[in-house]
């Protein structure tokens, strides 16, 4: 199995909110040019999209993230994947900056999922409407000829963990079963669970050590820009204590 792409996306749908592992002081010049990248479609330097700024500075996907990947029959006498697994590496999630700007339209999906908060998380088929139906290679398998292609598009979630991860391939050959990995150039994929109140969901904004918020998450106006917070003090104004 050949992988032709391996790409991170980020869908305008999950927003523009991203955590780090630690404190980002980011420089005026930093933050009037994350202002330029603010919204998706609109980028003012085409040369550098916001997920690409994030990334850069170490920040990674909350909840949620989703890699495309696009692969290709290697063997003339084709192929077939048989199952998918994460490979993950999972502890506390992450509590250093929160970028918050959360989304203003529908969530979004993938028809294959993973969820990471499971001990062994197996590819599970993501239907339009209900619940995720466990395991998706139970019942069927995706079959490739030779030079024949598919895109894939795959979604990690997690609710309790921060974690790095990889994806494992079981591959049908003709002369017998392989395994192939999907990782990120080398590297693992990552992604981290917001921090919560409690029960009901609602961001712990102050457990964060420092805070950055912008778009629809600006209690000002979503047309300010991105602006630091006291991450105590935005708690209050957002859930209407102050």
């Known amino acids: 199995m050949a992988l032709d792409l391996v790409q991170q996306e980020r869908l305008e749908a999950s927003g523009e909110t991203w955590v780090t592992a630690n404190a980002a002081d980011l420089t005026d010049r930093e933050l009037a040019q994350l202002d330029s990248l603010r919204v998706f479609a609109n980028a003012a330097d085409p040369k550098l999209s916001m997920p690409q700024f994030f990334r850069g500075i170490g920040a990674v996907d909350p909840g949620e993230s989703f890699i495309k990947v696009v692969l290709r029959g290697a ?15 999972c502890g506390p999630p992450l509590r250093g900056t929160l970028f918050y700007s959360p989304p203003a339209g529908e969530e979004a999906s993938a028809p294959i999922g993973f969820d990471l908060d499971e001990p062994e998380p197996k590819a599970q088929r993501i ?10 290679f139970a019942r069927r398998t995706i079959s490739l ?4 292609t598919i895109a894939l598009r795959l979604e990690t979630v997690t609710a309790e963990h921060y974690c790095e991860y990889t994806f494992q391939m079981q591959v049908a050959t003709a002369t017998g079963a392989v395994t192939q990995v999907i990782d990120n150039a080398g590297k693992p994929f990552a ?12 961001l712990a904004f102050k457990d964060y050590q420092q805070l950055y918020v912008g778009g629809v998450g600006n209690p000002h106006g979503d047309d300010l820009g991105w602006n630091l917070w006291d991450a105590a003090k935005y708690e209050r104004v957002y859930y209407g204590i102050d």
């Open 145 to 148: 000829a030779h030079n024949e």
């Open 191 to 202: 992604v981290s669970a917001l921090l919560r109140n409690n029960a009901k969901g609602d």
């Open 75 to 89: 063997r003339p006498e084709g192929v077939r994947i048989t199952g998918m697994t994460a490979i993950t590496e």
């Open 127 to 136: 239907p339009d409407e209900g619940d995720w139906e466990k395991d998706y």
